[in-house]
């Protein structure tokens, strides 16, 4: 008798996901366990081109910015009809690679569609306002990222490969060359 509810709950369980069927995108990290520090790091800044520590102090959606490879389904309605995408502002206090400004802006995978509803990606590094990071990013002016798999991480778990990194630059004041226009 047990075994018949388990299986009729089973197929129950199949069928709901069967109808609920989406696009699911994993992320998955590589890394290499017996690498040492020094190498870690040496790889990550060679293939950043930007690095640096500072505080997040907010986030804002906004239009125009083109959705990366992986973001999703290019054909499905909602992105025809308009979305804005998260980005995350830095008050940035050390730059090791970059524009060295005071400023720092980074461009998420998290998007908000026209109706409201926001969704992003298992990839995305979960920024909080008010924390400290050392972010290691790709890409050019005004579409730099960063992602769970990169070196990115919040502070004092940097300390190891701020240390490795070495004392960095202070940013001057200047108005950021990587502004996302709004």
């Not at 590589?30 to 102090?57: C, H, R």
């Not at 940097?158 to 490795?164: L, Q, R, S």
Request: proline share 4%.
């Amino acid at each position: 008798m047990l075994f018949q509810n388990l299986r009729r709950f089973v197929i129950f369980i199949a069928v709901i996901l069967g109808l609920m069927s989406a696009n699911i995108y994993a992320c998955g990290c590589v890394g290499m366990p017996n690498e040492k520090i020094e190498a870690i790091v040496l790889s990550a800044s060679m293939n950043s081109s930007t690095v640096f520590s500072g505080k997040v102090t907010g986030t804002e959606y906004r239009k125009g910015i083109p959705l990366m490879q992986h973001d999703l389904d290019r054909s499905e309605k909602w992105i025809k009809e308009g979305y804005e995408t998260m980005v995350v502002k830095f008050d940035v206090d050390r730059w090791w690679k970059g524009d060295f400004t005071s400023n720092a802006f980074l461009v998420t995978g998290n998007l908000k569609r026209n109706d409201g509803i926001t969704q992003g990606n298992s990839c995305e590094y979960n920024f909080k306002t008010g924390s400290s990071y050392l972010v290691f990013a790709t890409g050019g002016p005004g579409e730099r990222r960063t992602h769970a798999c990169a070196l990115t991480r919040e502070m004092p778990h940097a300390d190891a490969i701020i240390k490795e990194l070495g004392p960095g630059r202070l940013p001057i004041e200047t108005e950021p060359s990587d502004r996302v226009k709004p």
